[in-house]
């Protein structure tokens, strides 16, 4: 039903509709973000990873926190996998979740924010009081209708954040914040929006926090930040970008350099971003489960792969349907032909597209990559079977590669089906497999 009124009702009908579900979700639950903090965190690439960063830092500095992403949930020091399948939750769910932390005493709500959710206006019924602009590359522009139209979605966020009234929380005034990667070329568009205060972060370029004297190292990283050292578990500069912005959100909350440094030294992994399965090592292998969904994360996970030093890598990999970027889809294949020695496509998220011409428009790239069909490139409809594939060409010093799902916990099919999945755990139960005597 959700599908027909979708063709058959004019956009501006579809898009009150939205704004009156919003509203009425607001009022259904008596308006819990007026009782939080709510930080709201956009960009394409590390938002999931940005928030759970900014959530850990500020428990670290003594305050119950409650958040929303694609990977995960947690309210109060309770966190479970988002198995929900959308990054951000509808209208009514979201202030189901803000009104369960304010029950819990949380003081802050971090939010992941996406362009789907802002099009469909489940922010309206947030009152923001910071929003986070994390970095922009091309995605979902079938979507939207071309990358200036995702621009403005995104910039949506911004323009709300003062279109709702200033908050005085525990007798203090809460600033309307804008925090920007200053490194992206987009920067500007989102610093102009209006604010009490417009923070920055960066690596190359002059920044109010701008890390220096970096070391990247196969256990994670080390910089310093205006002075003071920090010390992470996570890889790459793609995560310093990360640990920036929630560093820029933390000092504007007044946390001190000693919780940032705490936090960020027991924030050992995100769950399916870049992790590494440990059952894997009895076998002498390695094998990481990450997102990398679209060609910049990909290009990005290749690159702090380059701290590493594998024999030869195996990538299993797929890419989305349900019209979601169909131009990207030989840009993936021939993005893991040119860095993968094995190349395995395999079914990620059909959705109601057929699963088979998704795999032959990832493969067809990883060809004019110069790989040969069943040499080293092999097309296995079977998610379970490729990874099993993949598993088997594994020798001591590999690594074998999945990506496109993440921790999410399901494959989604035809006619809005939901498969129960996590590549994590068929890995697991694979390599118990080989382990068994």
């Not at 009782?35 to 500095?61: C, D, F, P, R």
């Not at 621009?151 to 309307?176: C, I, P, S, W, Y």
């Amino acid at each position: 039903m959700k599908a027909l009124l979708k063709k058959i009702l004019p956009k501006f009908i579809l898009g009150w509709y939205h704004q009156c579900l919003a509203l009425l979700a607001v009022a259904v639950y008596l308006n819990p973000s007026g009782k939080l903090v709510v930080i709201g965190v956009t960009g394409t690439n590390g938002k999931s990873t940005v928030v759970n960063l900014i959530g850990q830092i500020l428990e670290a500095a003594g305050y119950r926190v409650g958040w929303t992403a694609t990977a995960n949930f947690k309210i109060s020091g309770a966190p479970w996998l988002n198995d929900q399948k959308m990054t951000m939750l509808g209208r009514f769910k979201t202030q189901k979740f803000l009104r369960a932390m304010v029950k819990a005493g949380c003081g802050y709500a971090v939010i992941e924010t996406s362009s789907e959710g802002i099009k469909q206006h489940r922010h309206l019924g947030l009152n923001y009081d910071i929003a986070v602009f994390t970095n922009l590359t091309p995605e979902h522009l079938e979507s939207h209708g071309g990358f200036e139209n995702y621009q403005q979605a995104k910039g949506e966020l911004f323009r709300h954040l003062t279109q709702r009234r200033k908050k005085t929380l525990n007798g203090r005034m809460v600033d309307k914040t804008i925090i920007v990667n200053a490194d992206d070329q987009n920067a500007p568009y989102f610093l102009n929006f209006p604010a009490d205060k417009k923070i920055t972060y960066a690596i190359n370029r002059p920044a109010d926090y701008r890390a220096t004297d970096i070391e990247l190292r196969s256990n994670g990283a080390i910089f310093t930040v205006n002075g003071s050292a920090f010390k992470s578990n996570l890889y790459g500069h793609v995560n310093i970008y990360n640990e920036l912005a929630a560093l820029a959100v933390a000092k504007s909350q007044q946390v001190n350099d000693d919780q940032i440094r705490l936090a960020l030294m027991q924030f050992k992994s995100m769950p399916g971003r870049f992790e590494f399965i440990e059952e894997a090592s009895a076998l002498g292998f390695k094998v990481m489960v990450d997102y990398a969904p679209e060609p910049e994360s990909m290009k990005q996970l290749y690159e702090t792969l380059k701290i590493f030093d594998f024999n030869k890598i195996i990538h299993v990999l797929g890419s989305c349907g349900g019209g979601r970027d169909k131009a990207r889809q030989p840009i993936l294949g021939n993005l893991a032909a040119t860095r993968a020695q094995n190349v395995i496509v395999t079914n990620e998220d059909p959705y109601d597209d057929n699963p088979m011409t998704i795999i032959d428009n990832v493969a067809q790239g990883a060809i004019e990559a110069g790989k040969v069909l069943n040499e080293n490139l092999f097309k296995i409809l079977n998610r379970h079977d490729a990874i099993a594939y993949a598993l088997s060409l594994a020798r001591a010093g590999d690594l074998v590669l999945i990506t496109g799902k993440g921790c999410e916990q399901f494959i989604c099919v035809a006619h809005g089906k939901k498969i129960p999945w996590d590549d994590r755990e068929a890995v697991k139960e694979l390599l118990a497999g080989q382990l068994a005597p």
